[in-house]
């Protein structure tokens, strides 16, 4: 029963019990609550309808959140990125290198470059948010970007991603075999830049209610949270007018 029909169902109620105002208010209270009693399902659908409406203003609000940061997520010279800055849609990827999800979803992001080649630019933001228990997530951030000083982000982007246990060492035996030059690392990787821009992107997920974890990606004003490739991909389709 809609909530409709049972409004007009009380009203009708009330009319053959007496004009409401000849009622006190117990009377009213007892009737209404016999009528739900009788109609629980009234219940039910308040409480759907009020679930629904929630979740829109939860999703208006996270777009909103998002449109009100565009030009930092997707236009900060700092951050790393692959395809040209003229791409028709942009990916903003946050992750953590210890984040299993993360890892999962590194393939798509791999091939998305191969599939939609200069139609997408995706953005990587370091967002290091279990280092507190790794002790070595804000390492490899702070590894990748100097990397990235270097030209080869993406390669050690991919091989942190592809380690199954990163530990101090084993960061810096993969500085070495992708060939960087390990002076001008040390000195990138001690650099106060590279820490304030890692600071820099934790407070901007900060301004975003929807980031609870990572991965986390953008497309638009629309976001996935998780390894939801297949939601992910779908957007990036639906934005390419694919």
């Not at 029909?5 to 209270?29: P, R, W």
């Not at 951050?79 to 984040?99: H, L, Q, R, W």
């Not at 060939?179 to 407070?203: C, F, P, V, W």
């Not at 901007?204 to 490739?229: C, H, K, M, Q, W």
Request: glycine letters at 6%; hydrophobic letters at 40%.
């Amino acid at each position: 029963m809609t909530t409709i029909a049972a409004v007009g169902l009380m009203t009708s109620s009330c009319a053959q019990a007496g004009s409401t105002t000849d009622m006190s208010k117990t009377e009213i209270e007892e009737l209404v609550r016999a009528y739900i009693m009788e109609n629980p399902e009234i219940i039910r659908d308040a409480f759907i309808k009020l679930q629904e409406k929630e979740v829109a203003q939860e999703q208006e609000l996270n777009r909103e959140s998002i449109a009100a940061a565009k030009d930092a997520l997707e236009n900060d010279p700092r951050d790393m990125s692959v395809g040209p800055d003229d791409a028709k849609v942009t990916i903003v990827e946050f992750f953590d290198y210890n984040c299993g999800f993360c890892k999962r979803a590194t393939p798509w992001v791999q091939n998305a470059v191969e599939k939609y080649g200069d139609d997408v630019r995706i953005v990587f933001k370091e967002l290091p948010i279990l280092d507190d228990r790794t002790k070595t997530s804000r390492l490899a951030a702070r590894s990748a970007l100097a990397a990235g000083r270097q030209g080869k982000y993406a390669e050690m982007h991919y091989a942190l991603m592809d380690s199954k246990r990163l530990t101090g060492e084993s960061i810096r035996e993969t500085a070495k075999e992708i060939g960087l030059d390990m002076r001008k690392y040390e000195a990138d990787l001690a650099d106060a830049s590279i820490d304030k821009h890692i600071n820099d992107t934790l407070q901007l997920a900060n301004r975003l209610p929807a980031l609870t974890g990572t991965p986390f990606f953008i497309v638009g004003d629309e976001y996935v949270s998780g390894a939801d490739t297949d939601r992910l991909e779908r957007l990036v389709d639906a934005a390419l007018g694919s």
